[in-house]
């Protein structure tokens, strides 16, 4: 599988690299749904890419609130190059997972909720991916 990075700088900040695979995600996400020839898949990520845009902003927004604001972000987005939906959103899964934890990154409980949030829809749509196909 490709590894996605998203950092900015040649020092890696885990807030700015979960923030920008997050906005990516809405991008490929919608690809997609674009090419997908699956109707439950079509509408799977359809929800995916119409939700996960207000979960990524409402944990920004919450971080900047309490850490102030984020600045340099990249000018251009790395797409995930892998065709499949069930690919993307475990991998997805996974970068959440572990940024969360990375050192650096906040574990202030408000945080962390939003971030429960997003894990949720990425679990949800995987569900839907897998099994009502």
């Given at each position: 599988?490709?590894?996605?990075?998203?950092?900015?700088?040649?020092?890696?900040?885990?807030?700015?690299?979960?923030?920008?695979?997050?906005?990516?995600?809405?991008?490929?996400?919608?690809?997609l749904?674009?090419?997908?020839?699956?109707?439950?898949?079509?509408?799977?990520?359809?929800?995916?890419?119409?939700?996960?845009?207000?979960r990524?902003?409402?944990?920004?927004?919450?971080?900047?609130?309490?850490?102030?604001?984020?600045?340099?972000?990249?000018?251009?987005?790395?797409?995930?190059?892998?065709?499949?939906?069930?690919?993307?959103?475990?991998?997805?899964?996974?970068?959440?997972?572990?940024?969360?934890?990375?050192?650096?990154?906040?574990?202030?409980?408000?945080?962390?909720?939003?971030?429960?949030?997003?894990?949720?829809?990425?679990?949800?749509?995987?569900?839907?991916?897998?099994?009502?196909?």
């Amino acid at each position: 599988m490709v590894k996605f990075t998203a950092s900015v700088e040649a020092k890696a900040d885990p807030v700015m690299d979960f923030v920008c695979c997050l906005l990516n995600s809405v991008t490929t996400a919608h690809i997609l749904h674009l090419s997908s020839r699956s109707y439950s898949q079509h509408k799977a990520l359809q929800k995916f890419y119409e939700n996960i845009g207000d979960r990524a902003d409402d944990f920004i927004e919450a971080f900047q609130g309490k850490y102030g604001l984020l600045t340099k972000y990249p000018a251009t987005a790395a797409l995930f190059p892998e065709q499949d939906p069930v690919t993307y959103l475990t991998y997805l899964s996974d970068e959440v997972s572990m940024l969360r934890k990375a050192n650096g990154f906040p574990q202030d409980s408000e945080l962390q909720n939003e971030i429960d949030n997003i894990a949720n829809l990425i679990n949800s749509t995987l569900y839907k991916l897998k099994f009502l196909a």
